[in-house]
């Protein structure tokens, strides 16, 4: 599952609070991921590194809302969660940011389909 429908599934089971990552039921947009994909108890800051890597790696990206660059995908997503907020953007022109650079990749739970063909 990418990790802009893991922030739309944790929405559902977390409160939302851009002040924390992921603390009594409430977290950031990265919280919700994380909480739809190991549980609200089971992670703390280190262990989201390890999960979504690419939120760590070093990559400059503009805040879509202020223009601050951030050296890390992680820095502007909390940027943006702190714009919703304060009503700066909605939570879906938030999910379209993220689209926007998240990496594109395969569910790794779902094997393709193509490979059980035979031609
Ligand atoms: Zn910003």
């Known amino acids: 599952?990418?990790?802009?429908?893991?922030?739309?599934?944790?929405?559902?089971?977390?409160?939302?609070?851009?002040?924390?990552?992921?603390?009594?039921?409430?977290?950031?947009?990265?919280?919700?991921?994380?909480?739809?994909?190991?549980?609200?108890?089971?992670?703390?800051?280190?262990?989201c590194w390890v999960i979504f890597p690419w939120l760590h790696e070093k990559r400059e990206l503009s805040c879509p809302v202020c223009g601050t660059v951030f050296p890390r995908a992680s820095g502007s997503i909390s940027c943006v969660a702190v714009h919703i907020a304060h009503r700066k953007i909605t939570f879906d022109d938030a999910l379209v940011y993220i689209r926007s650079i998240e990496p594109q990749e395969f569910d790794e739970d779902l094997?393709?389909?193509?490979?059980?063909?035979?031609?």
């Open 1 to 47: 599952m990418k990790f802009s429908d893991l922030v739309v599934l944790g929405s559902t089971i977390i409160e939302f609070d851009p002040t924390v990552y992921l603390q009594d039921d409430c977290g950031c947009l990265i919280g919700m991921a994380a909480a739809a994909k190991h549980g609200i108890h089971n992670l703390d800051d280190g262990q």
């Open 111 to 119: 094997e393709c389909p193509e490979e059980r063909v035979r031609i």
